[in-house]
């Protein structure tokens, strides 16, 4: 028979033995942890910035980025678009985009889509602008956790990168991303998405888009450098992310941004 | 124990031996996690190198500077120094590594269609946007059915008309 002194002291022992965090008991590696250390040490995060005063609507980016990624050039897909916001003086927000802005925007109707095509007069606009969007190579990649197969994966420098030769084509990271950058490759049947250029920005190259806008409002830059003109500008001024309140950490900045944008 | 009760189990353990045997072979070497863990960074390493050998198209105006000097000197004195060779020119690179030029490559066709000056020149008043900046024409009045560069000289926009 179990007294209640003993009885009490084994429980109280229990309590305080199951009380313990496992992680408490983990004794660490010297090595694992100099790893861990040296890893975050990678010398290059790609980080991009867009300046949505600078950007006039011309549609080059688009182009140059469909041309140099081989994205079908008549398919309505594409890896970067801009987007026209144009405010009007009763509060009402019109949008469009149209192709893309493949072929920019000339002509001051705007294509509602469903909605018809709103002409709005000069007189009417209290703010309007244009923002380019492009995949923010999020820190938290929402479209990389959902991949069953290991096809889409961030690499060590931050570009979320799709395997063409391992993509089964399920679907589930063009739902998962909450900014609509991904698509099927029209020709490869795989889930496409904007890679910064993977194949510019290793070589010391600017990406496409960058390289093809007259008026600089793209510039891509490594955010590990604290001398790099966009780590600059990120410290110096104000600029703001897409949808911050999803926690995908998203690495797109823009000057500029309005709470009209999504 | 009897046989009929073990034999199922003979069997599983035989389908489980085979997919790790098919596994040891369909599944690249490099693939694992990489640098960024499982949750994130579970790929074929590989593709990255891959994705590294993609072809370069555009080559950017310092390319074109050596053999096109007058054309490059000429534009950069004017407003239009801003607007990369290849923006209307096309890009010098294709799909298949082939750059301009090499003899193989046909002149690269020049972009001279009116919308292709309206991407800046078509007058859009907006505010807060540069495009507002942009001198701009009304394509339906301004002579229609002629090409801008016709009067306009796309490399010295300011000389005056030819």
Redesign the interface.
């Known amino acids: 028979m179990i007294s209640r002194r003993k009885f009490l002291k084994n429980a109280a022992l229990g309590i305080a033995g199951m009380s313990i965090p496992l992680a408490a008991l983990e004794i660490i590696d010297p090595k694992k942890l100099f790893a861990e250390v040296a890893a975050d040490k990678a010398a290059v995060r790609w980080a991009f910035l867009v300046d949505t005063y600078k950007c006039v609507g011309c549609g080059m980016c688009v182009k140059a980025c469909k041309l140099e990624n081989e994205i079908p050039y008549d398919a309505n897909v594409t890896r970067t678009w801009v987007e026209r916001y144009v405010l009007t003086k009763t509060g009402k927000l019109y949008a469009d985009t149209p192709k893309g802005a493949r072929d920019g925007f000339t002509t001051a109707k705007i294509d509602e889509n469903a909605d018809g095509i709103k002409d709005i007069s000069k007189e009417g606009i209290e703010k309007a602008f244009f923002v380019p969007k492009l995949c923010n190579q999020c820190d938290n990649p929402p479209c990389v956790q959902v991949c069953p197969v290991g096809a889409t994966y961030q690499a060590p420098d931050g570009v979320v990168l799709v395997d063409r030769t391992w993509c089964i084509g399920c679907g589930y990271c063009i739902m998962g991303c909450p900014y609509g950058v991904r698509f099927f490759h029209p020709v490869y049947h795989t889930a496409e998405k904007c890679n910064f250029c993977y194949h510019r920005i290793t070589k010391g190259l600017k990406t496409a888009c960058v390289q093809a806008c007259p008026f600089g409002a793209r510039q891509i830059g490594n955010i590990k450098d604290p001398n790099d003109p966009v780590t600059i500008t990120m410290r110096t001024q104000r600029v703001g992310v897409l949808k911050s309140e999803y926690g995908t950490k998203p690495q797109v900045y823009y000057i500029g941004l309005d709470e009209e944008v999504r | 124990m009897k046989n009929h009760v073990l034999r199922p189990l003979f069997v599983v353990l035989g389908m489980v031996a085979l997919i790790l045997i098919a596994r040891m072979f369909i599944v690249p070497r490099d ?1 694992g996690i ?3 863990g499982y ?6 390493r590989g ?2 190198e ?9 080559m ?1 105006k310092e390319y074109c500077k050596d053999c096109h000097t007058d054309k490059y000197d000429s534009i950069n004195k004017t407003p239009h120094h ?3 060779c ?2 209307c020119h ?2 010098a690179g294709t ?1 298949e590594g082939i750059v301009h030029y090499d003899e193989k490559l046909p002149k690269l066709p020049i972009d001279k269609s009116r ?1 292709q000056c ?3 020149h ?1 007058p ?8 507002s900046k ?1 001198r701009g024409i009304d ?1 339906d009045k301004h002579n229609p059915d002629i090409e801008c560069s016709t009067c306009h000289n796309p490399h010295n926009p300011m000389e005056g008309l030819r």
Request: charged fraction near 30%; charge should be positive.
């Open positions: 693939f990489g640098d960024r949750m994130y960074g579970w790929h074929r593709n990255e891959d994705w590294k050998k993609f072809k370069v198209k555009y950017g801003i607007i990369p290849e923006d096309g890009p799909p919308a309206l991407r800046c078509f859009l008043p907006y505010p807060t946007s540069f495009r942009i394509p």
